[in-house]
Antibody
Framework: QVQLQESGPGLVKPSETLSLTCSVSGGSISSYYWSWIRQPPGKGLEWIGYISYSGSTNYNPSLKSRVTISVDTSKNQFSLKLSSVTAADTAVYYC??????????????????WGKGTTVTVSS | DIQMTQSPPSLSASVGDRVTITCRASQSISSYLNWYQQKPGKAPKLLIYAASSLQSGVPSRFGGSGSGTDFTLTISSLQPEDFATYYCQQSYNTLTFGGGTKVEIK
């Protein structure tokens, strides 16, 4: 079955750019959307954004100015870049597959496969 | 932005209890509502999508209902493995999670 694995630096300095990659195995990256979600220590889940296999994106408005999500179908991977990080960006970062169904403009989206998560700490 | 409010933030229950968690949207979201379960140190797991559709492999004691602004996740008979935090999430307009409900052992 499909598995997702996050990778990237566990420590990022303030004001720098956080970069993470999610590798998809056991299935193709095509025909789905792919998402990033984060969870600060002891807090709830925050959706960051998602990308389609064709490259169209949708971002959380509160993070939009700092976020870039990209996809590399040849490597079956998608990536997250979050710029100008501060201590508030310290969190466990998850990648997830977004499945969908519907027709016309009415589609149901839900995250049905998740990676195990990777901890990113922002500190000098 | 659509805000999702869960209640209660936490609850204590015993094995075998019927448990109900509520999620309210700040505006109508039709049935664009999903529920997830998260255990400590683990990734969330999808339980219910489109308000009432049970994800494959999820036990039938989990059920979802509601539409518009008010939604409910019900666990008909709480099992030891159900002690966890539960999140609702809307997909009507971008994606937003509720604050979570922690289900603890009484």
């Amino acid at each position: 079955q499909v598995q997702l694995q996050e990778s990237g630096p566990g420590l990022v300095k303030p004001s720098e750019t956080l970069s993470l990659t999610c590798s998809v195995s056991g299935g193709s990256i095509s025909s789905y959307y792919w998402s990033w979600i984060r969870q600060p220590p002891g807090k709830g889940l925050e959706w960051i954004g998602y990308i389609s296999y064709s490259g169209s994106t949708n971002y959380n408005p509160s993070l939009k100015s700092r976020v870039t999500i990209s996809v590399d179908t040849s490597k079956n991977q998608f990536s997250l870049k979050l710029s100008s990080v501060t201590a508030a960006d310290t969190a466990v970062y998850y990648c997830a597959r977004v499945s969908y169904y519907g027709s016309g403009v009415y589609y149901y989206y839900y995250m049905d496969v998740w990676g195990k998560g990777t901890t990113v700490t922002v500190s000098s | 932005d659509i805000q999702m409010t869960q209640s209660p933030p936490s609850l204590s229950a015993s094995v075998g209890d019927r448990v109900t968690i509520t999620c309210r949207a700040s505006q109508s979201i039709s049935s664009y509502l999903n529920w997830y379960q998260q255990k400590p140190g683990k990734a969330p797991k999808l339980l219910i999508y489109a308000a009432s559709s049970l994800q494959s492999g999820v036990p039938s004691r989990f059920g979802g209902s509601g539409s518009g602004t008010d939604f409910t996740l019900t666990i008909s008979s709480l099992q030891p493995e159900d002690f966890a935090t539960y999140y609702c999430q809307q997909s009507y307009n971008t994606l937003t999670f509720g604050g979570g409900t922690k289900v603890e052992i009484k």
